[in-house]
DNA sequence: GATGAATGAGAGTTCATTCAT
DNA sequence: TATGAATGAACTCTCATTCAT
């Protein structure tokens, strides 16, 4: 039997900082196995390619977004309207959080990544795309929900484009405060995403 | 007086192209200059780095989005509420024409920057702050009008916030757009901007 | 008394292959470990070094090549000039076989190694030059039995070099093949090596 | 006007000698570059990739044996068939000062070549192809020029099959001149070409 | 005995930029 | 004014080999 490392993973978590803060093509293969502890040679051990790392990446930065913010928000305890201001009120904590510590506003991994990766890599493009369709699906549950209990004015059909434009109001808002660097544009913004709900 | 070469016009018009579509990073000043059909020694004598001309490219994009999405949507003699429909139209229709053509859906110029060059270069972001600001303004401008005519029921000190969210939803229908490739997202999208004009 | 493991000879035998197809430098031990399912971490407790391997897949290449090639050409109930012929018609057909498969025509796996690995590697070299040597062997004895037959005008004292001009136009032949991606050279040449026999 | 330099060609005669002398696979861009006089980072202005460059390195090896020894060989003044024995003496005097040099034996750049680079990159293969059929024309009129003056006893239409008979005994002469590391190889071989040429 | 994990040295290549003309 | 030539630093990636288990 060989060694055993959490190598890999090291590797995973440290890209997906570095390419949340500076983007895929700002940070060298090195300077994320000097991040990680890992040397420079043992990179092409653990992953074909760069490419393949972001997409780890990816698929790493989703299984936190699930658990740190969508399982919270979209929890059944949680009233159907909240949750779509509790997501905003997790994530709005965060940059918070990083305002505070004078780090940069990165706004949603996944918004940041398609600008950059979206037309260059198939896979990854089509890897956000079904991550969008992920998060589309919380909302239009908590959007039944919602029907369901009478508190919005909604046709069941119209589920799918209002969560759709849930999600866009979302990532823009997440967008603009990158732009801005300022994570107050998440506040400012939580309360008009729920107008968004009506019919 | 001579005008500025023509040269340095087409390095920056092929620049705001490829920029778009395949973003900063992704495209070479030696592509550019091949594309641009000028001579590659020839780039330094025109623009003192690639950063410049990407700003001044991001500059030449920004007068081409006023000049054709946003001064025909925010005429005068467009009601206030459709100006904002008006845009999303603009927009749709060169987006759907891209996807007729085969082209990949490229969402918008500015938001496609801040994930790439947000961090990377302070007056590049700043920049794409100040585009954003004067996007802002003239969806104030609109929410002032429909005020003033009692199309919405808008307090005016949220006239600003409000503005905010309808960019916001605006980058964000881009964005997802792009990411699905699929201009279609923009057209459904469009009514549901009209929502976050209530109070 | 246990046989050499199994895992080596695997190894011999893949690596023979590879290297015949692609060249010593173009195949990498990881790939012939794939190829011979043998773990990569495994080769280096069978082989002390890449180029050890090469020297064994070297001697099973020539161990194939006397049995499958050499001794039936050269057997004793063959007639003397009629052994040469075989050994070209027997590589022929291994040729054509390889034509009609779609497969590359290798020529010959010694002659391949020379350009590589002759100034590189000079145990390699002599091996090659003493199976060069091996094979001027069988020409020989072919030659002094075809002058005891008197079937050929030829002094004793030219055997060797005689022999050595079949060998070298031996490995020509197989080098233009090879070249030339087609097996037909190959028959083509055969009648020609029997010019060489001449006074 | 920029800069001009014999850079490329320096490259190219420095590449040409080190794959000649060390296989493709075992010299480095970089190798060339230091001992052409070049700096690393402009190789690439001057070529695509090092197959590029092996590509020029042949086509300049081919100028080169043309007007060194197929030329001076097979000159109109020289009969026709000491043509032949002509470009084996040239060779041989070759090779015989690089051994006298304490130089390695380097045989023929395109059989070389054939082992390693022939199904690595097929367009260097074609080239070789070509270059071989180019060399064998030589022959072939050497050939008919010995039939139309009854030196030999040849029906016209086995000449091409035997100059193609004349090419392998040559490049299989190398090859082991090569493999031996020994130029008189070469000497001794010589008359024996002429016995290819009987009936 | 056998192997999964890891690695150092170096490969080929890219690219924003500089320089001589 | 304009440019062909050139470059250094950094890039992604390969690979024969080593090592802990």
Redesign the interface.
């Known amino acids: 039997m ?1 060694r055993t490392s959490d190598a890999k993973n090291r590797l995973i978590a440290t890209a997906q900082n570095l390419f949340w ?3 895929y ?2 940070v060298g293969v090195n300077e994320i196995c000097e991040q990680a502890g890992v040397k420079p040679g043992s990179f092409y051990y653990f992953f074909p390619s760069k490419n393949a790392l972001a997409l780890e990446a990816l698929e790493d930065g989703w299984q936190q977004f699930q658990s740190h913010a969508l399982e919270p928000a979209f929890a059944m305890n949680v009233a159907p309207l909240d949750r779509i201001t509790k997501l905003f009120q997790i994530i709005y904590d965060d940059h918070s959080a990083m305002q505070e510590q004078n780090k ?1 506003i990165l ?1 949603c991994l ?7 990766l ?3 890599d198939e896979l990854i ?1 089509q890897r ?2 079904t991550v ?1 369709t992920e998060i589309r699906k919380y909302f239009e549950s908590a959007l039944e929900d919602a029907i369901a209990l009478g508190l919005v004015n909604i046709e069941f059909e119209d589920v799918p ?2 969560a ?2 849930l ?7 997440l ?2 405060a ?4 300022d994570a107050e ?1 998440i506040r ?2 939580t309360p ?1 995403a729920l ?2 709900l ?1 019919g």
């Open positions: 060989g803060e500076r983007s093509r700002n940069r706004g996944f918004g940041s990544f398609v600008g950059e979206g037309e260059q493009r956000i795309e969008f484009t209002c759709e434009a999600l866009a109001f979302y990532e823009g808002a967008l603009i990158r732009a801005k660097n544009i400012e913004l008009h107008k968004l009506s």
